[in-house]
């Protein structure tokens, strides 16, 4: 069974930062593409950045120049550092990736349980 475990949530001021962490765990051969997606209330769930194995990048036009995600495979971790944070970046943000993993090499996509960003005007 493969899990990813977020942390760095919490409650922060317009124009601040946060850090947000996803580390992957299980029998895991190959991570693939790493991701974020947010979900605000109300609202659909909506992906933030990606990131892929060569390390290819891909932003949401809104958060472009302001967030950059990254990775560190030998930690099998997925990284979002958020800059001038908008009340508008308020959601539940979701670690996501692509894996070859388990017994046997399943593909697999598997989600994180979320982390709460808040910020405040």
């Known amino acids: 069974q493969v899990q990813l475990v977020e942390s760095g949530g919490g409650l922060v001021q317009a124009g601040g930062s946060l850090r947000l962490s996803c580390a992957a765990s299980?029998?895991?051969?190959?991570?693939?593409?790493m991701g974020w997606y947010r979900q605000a209330p109300g609202k659909q769930r909506e992906l933030v950045a990606v990131?892929?194995?060569?390390?290819?990048?891909n932003y949401a036009d809104s958060v472009k120049g302001r967030f950059t995600v990254s990775r560190d495979n030998a930690k099998n971790t997925v990284y979002l550092q958020m800059n001038s944070l908008k009340p508008e970046d308020t959601a539940v943000y979701y670690c996501?990736?692509?894996?070859?993993?388990?017994?046997?090499?399943?593909?697999?996509?598997?989600w994180g349980q979320g982390t709460l960003v808040t910020v405040s005007s």
């Open positions: 299980g029998i895991i051969f190959v991570i693939n593409a």
């Open positions: 990131i892929t194995s060569n390390t290819s990048t």
């Open positions: 996501n990736a692509a894996v070859i993993a388990g017994i046997g090499g399943r593909d697999l996509e598997v």
